[in-house]
Each structure stands twice: as C-alpha cells, then as structure tokens.
C-alpha cells in the first residue's frame, strides 16, 4: 500500500486518540489514507472505572499498562488503523501522572524523556512512514497533563528536523471554541468512534450520547473535532467560520 495521503497521530496515553481524534482517525482510514498512531506512554496511572478490574491499579508491575496495550489494539481495530506504535517500544517511557504527583519525579517517566532521544525515535518512524501532516496538542498540551505537554515538545522537536521527509503541516487538537483554524465533519464516522472509545473500558464509560472519564464529568459524543494548524500551508475554506475541512487541504 502506498497511499498518496499520510496521516501521524502523536498522543500520550492510550485513549487519548480514540477520545480527541477517533472520528477523525477512522474517516482518512476509511478512505484510504496510511494513518499511524504513536503512543507516547501505556498510561500505567490511569484511574481505573470498573470496579472488577480494580485490582490493575497502579502497583509494581504496571499491570494496567500491560492490560491498556490490548485496550488501544482494540480501539484502533474499531477505528480501521492498522499502523500502531509506542514511542521508542512499549514502555520505553512511563505515564507521568498528572502534574505534582509523585509519577512526575519517577526517572523512567516521559515528563523526564531526553528531548533528543524522544524526538529521534518519532523521527525514525517519520522517516519510515513519510507523512505529510502530523497531530498532536498544544504547548499546553491541551490540558496541562505533563505527558500531553511533552508530547507536544517532543513532536514539534521532531518536525522542525523533518521538512526533508516532506512533512509539511502541524497541527494541535482543539475544541469547538478554541482557537480552531479546521473543522473535521466525520460524523459519519461516529460509531467507530463510540467502539474505540469502548475498547477503552478501563478508563472510559460511554454512554450514548455521553461519555465520562472517572471524574464522571457527562461529556457529549462528537464526530466533528476540531484542530490548530500551528505550522504550514493553511489551505481553502470549506467549514464555516473559513477553517479548512480537511487536513491535507
Ligand atoms: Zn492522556
């Protein structure tokens, strides 16, 4: 296969891509773009959701991240991608926590990753796969959690050295009212979505047309997502508002 539309999805956890960009994800699959997904972390801290599956929580082992590796091959057999892989393997790096826990200190954690040696290893995958458009977040990393942020730095790091494999546009997820230069319709997809978001049991309880993490918060199940174009060509309005309707336009 060698298709003329190239896709890369750069997140921090598992779930991650399912919930900001699933809808969008199974979209390019489905019409035969090459969409890869590199997961920064297994999301060993994770809360877990159901209370059978408890005993996972966060111990010596990282049972959770073992078990999260068959949540995201799930999710993405939902979403269509076939193109899976954790940065640097699966568990090169370790999920941080959030910002202030004691994860953040752990020496093998992302929030502590080499900048050079991370941004190496995805541009090894961005020499392999040759994409043309990258995802990610926002230096914020869209909420602040410390792997979203890394994520970020590690992505952009890796594109400022990628123009000579043909990787042109950068983009950070964004919601409907931030500052959103493209607006993907794949409501069509949306039911791919609701099955990834499924797949991710452990950190997901999807409720049509509710999802909710394990602050139980009520969010809405959308197939449109929304993203910032940070570096590139912007192309032709197509959405409203004048955002692009395609990340390849
Ligand atoms: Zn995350």
Redesign the pocket.
């Known amino acids: 296969m060698d298709p003329a539309r190239r896709l890369l999805l750069v ?3 598992p ?2 891509e399912s ?1 900001g960009t699933g809808a969008t994800m199974a979209k390019y699959a489905a019409e035969g773009a090459q969409v890869t997904l590199v997961t920064c972390t297994l ?1 060993e801290l ?1 809360e877990i959701i159901p209370p059978d599956l408890a005993h996972l929580g966060a111990d010596a082992e990282d049972r959770l991240g073992e078990y999260r590796i068959g949540e995201l091959a799930a999710a993405c057999a939902a979403l269509g991608v076939t193109d899976h892989r954790y940065l640097g393997g699966p568990g090169r790096w370790r999920d941080s926590g959030m910002t202030g826990t004691a994860g953040n200190d752990d020496p093998r954690c992302f929030w502590r990753a080499g900048l050079d040696e991370a941004a190496d290893a995805l541009l090894g995958v961005i020499r392999e796969v040759r994409p043309q458009v990258l995802v990610t977040y926002d230096a914020n990393g869209f909420y602040g ?1 410390p ?2 942020i890394q994520a970020h730095r590690v992505a952009w790091h890796a594109f400022q050295q990628a123009g000579q494999y043909g990787l042109a546009k950068f983009y950070a997820t964004s919601a409907a009212d931030g500052p959103v230069t493209t607006e993907i319709d794949a409501t069509a997809y949306l039911d791919r979505k609701q099955a990834a978001m499924r797949a991710h049991a452990t950190q997901i309880t999807v409720d049509p047309p509710y999802f909710a993490l394990s602050n139980q918060v009520r969010y809405d199940l959308v197939g449109v997502e929304y993203f910032t174009l940070l570096a590139g060509p912007r192309g032709p309005a197509a959405a409203p508002g004048g955002r692009e309707g395609g990340l390849f336009s």
């Open positions: 997140h921090a956890h779930d991650d919930i999301g994770g959690h792997d979203h």
